[in-house]
Structure formats: C-alpha cells, structure tokens
C-alpha cells in the first residue's frame, strides 16, 4: 500500500506545481502592466526612504537614478495603458510583491547611517534580480500586446542596467 | 545679352569652383542616437571642426561622459545636444546615470 502512496503523493505535487505554472503563465496584459507598474512603484518608494535617510552621496545618487528612472517607466506604462484603454488589474502578484515590499520599507525605517546604506544597496541588487527573472522567464513572454512587450523590454534593460549599478555600489558600501 | 557679362560670369562661376575644390571639407554635423540604454554608432570619419548632435531618443536622463575628462554632456530625454568637435584622439566614454552604456569616439585631426 505505501508503495502506491508515494507516487501518489509525487504525482499530486507536480499537478499542484503544474496547476501554479499555469494560473502564472495564464497573466493577461492588464495583470501583467499591473504587476510591471507594481514593481517599478516599489523601487520608487525604496528610492525615497534612501533619499530620506541617508547621506552617502554615492546611494543617494544611486536612488536619485531609481526614483527618475523608474518614474520614467511608469508614466510611459501609464500613457499605454490609458491609449490601449486597458485598466490595470490587480492580482496575486502585485499584492505579493506590495505586502513584502512593505513589510521592507517597515524594517528598513528601524536603521541608520552604514547600516540603512547596506541594507538598502543590498535589497537592490536581490530586487532587481527578482524582478529580472519575472520580466525574462514570465512577464515579457506572457504579453499579447506589441506595445506593452516593447516596453517591458526596455524595462529589462533598464532593471539589468540597474542591477549591475547597484552591485557595484554594494562593493564599495562596506 | 551681350556676349561679354555672359563670359565673365562663366569665368566667375570656373572660379567658384575652382575655390571649393581648393579648400578643406566643409565641417559636418554627425549624429548620435541613444535608445534603449545604448549609444548608437559614433561617426567612422570624424574631424576636428566637425560637430557632434547627441540625440536622446530615450525615456530616461543620460549623460556622454569621456573617461578622460574632455567632455560631460548632459542628455535629458528627448534632447539633442551640439557638441563642437575641438580635439582630436579616441575618447571611451559612458553614461554616468548608466554605466553599462559605453560607447568609443574616433576624432581626427
């Protein structure tokens, strides 16, 4: 009997894991531009609490970048959205990445000076990362729209651009 | 028309063209594009004399800034900027806001 158990119980997780591969791959353009305007707001908003809090001029610099950067995406998501009368639609994602962004910003407020800079420029890089792999393997693959997919490209440039930025940076705040 | 004025105005004309055949080239305009955080190609003939228009077609704030020192331009979006070519030499430059942004500059004398 348990001999049938055990792959029953592996069969079962990969239709679970299949079942979430497909409810991801299954994004349409109005989750997808949510999920792209969600992630280009939290690096907004990281990028103020530094510009806020600390006074390494290579990080604030390096904020600066973050905030007009990504600000400069977004109002172009926006205009696309608003051309294409799509509505952005919330979904797992966005509200995933918005709650453990919060919960970031929350602790990052607790730290000062060195530490603050560190934790900040380090969150950085993992972040990019992040959102790096989301736009290769899920968001610019799953796009419909001709639009909406060049913009995502060049937002994977930009986040790629970004990353590098700010593991150089991670190398010198020490 | 009387002969005369028509031969002196073909002679002045041979003259005319005799001169431009003469001097230097004319200085050109040679322009650069950046889009999509890179920097399109840089003129393959470029003179001292010669201008160079940085032309941002981009959606964010870049900069042309030569690792030497000789120049730092500042390139909000959508701007086109003259730079006046005024030295010769190879110049590696990058933007400063992007620095996986590079791109090289070839003036000759």
Known sequence: ?174 | MSPIPWRVGLIAGAALVAASACSPAAPKTYQVTLHDLMFGPTPPEAHVGDTLEWANNDLFLHSATASDGSFDVELKPGAHVAQPLTKAGTFDFICKYHPGMKGRLVVSP
């Open chain 1, 1 to 174: 009997m348990l001999k049938f158990i055990a792959p029953a119980a592996a069969i079962s997780a990969l239709i679970v894991a299949g079942a979430a591969y497909a409810q991801a791959a299954k994004l349409n353009d109005a989750q997808i531009a949510h999920i792209a305007y969600t992630a280009g707001n939290i690096d907004v908003a990281a990028g103020k609490q530094a510009l806020a809090k600390s006074k390494d001029k290579a990080v604030r610099d390096f904020a600066s970048e973050m905030v007009r950067d990504h600000t400069a995406v977004n109002d172009q998501a926006l205009a696309l959205v608003k051309k294409l009368n799509v509505t952005p639609q919330d979904n797992a994602t966005s509200q995933a990445l918005s709650k453990e962004a919060a919960a970031k910003l929350a602790s990052y407020a607790k730290l000062e000076g060195k530490a603050f800079d560190k934790a900040y420029v380090a969150n950085e890089v993992a972040y990019h990362k992040t959102v790096n792999g989301a736009l290769k393997t899920q968001l610019i693959p799953g796009a419909q729209n001709a639009e909406l997919k060049s913009l995502l490209q060049t937002g994977l440039k930009l986040f790629t651009d970004h990353q590098t930025h700010a593991e150089h940076l991670a190398a010198s705040v020490k």
